[in-house]
């Protein structure tokens, strides 16, 4: 939260199961050989949720989008994805922060 504003400052798009399983317990769940896909696809579903949902309307509150440290690493799992995702569904680039978090074993 913003606290001079009163107005959010960011939303943090988060994994959880259907049933509201945590991240951990959705992650124990894909494979090693599909993690990297898995993390690419969790990103693309974020920006597209956020901009249906209306936060790009929010002014100047952004997006914290998580993404595994090896991801830049990989071409076809590349944070450049992401950004492409943001022009498809009109989100602003310069509204969305990223967040290197821990691989999961």
């Not at 959880?16 to 898995?38: E, I």
Request: one cysteine or more; proline letters at 4%.
């Amino acid at each position: 939260m913003d606290l001079h504003s009163g107005r959010p400052f960011a939303y943090e798009a988060l994994v959880r199961g259907v049933d509201g399983q945590s991240a951990a317990t959705v992650l124990s769940w894909v494979d090693d050989a599909h993690r990297y896909r898995f993390d690419q696809a969790c990103r693309v579903k974020a920006i597209e949720l956020a901009s249906r949902l209306g936060l790009a309307a929010l002014p100047q509150c952004r997006l914290s989008i998580n993404f595994l440290p090896n991801a830049v690493y990989r071409a076809e799992t590349c944070i450049r994805a992401t950004m492409e995702a943001a022009k498809e569904f009109h989100f602003p680039h310069d509204r969305i922060m990223f967040e290197v978090t821990r691989a999961s074993s």
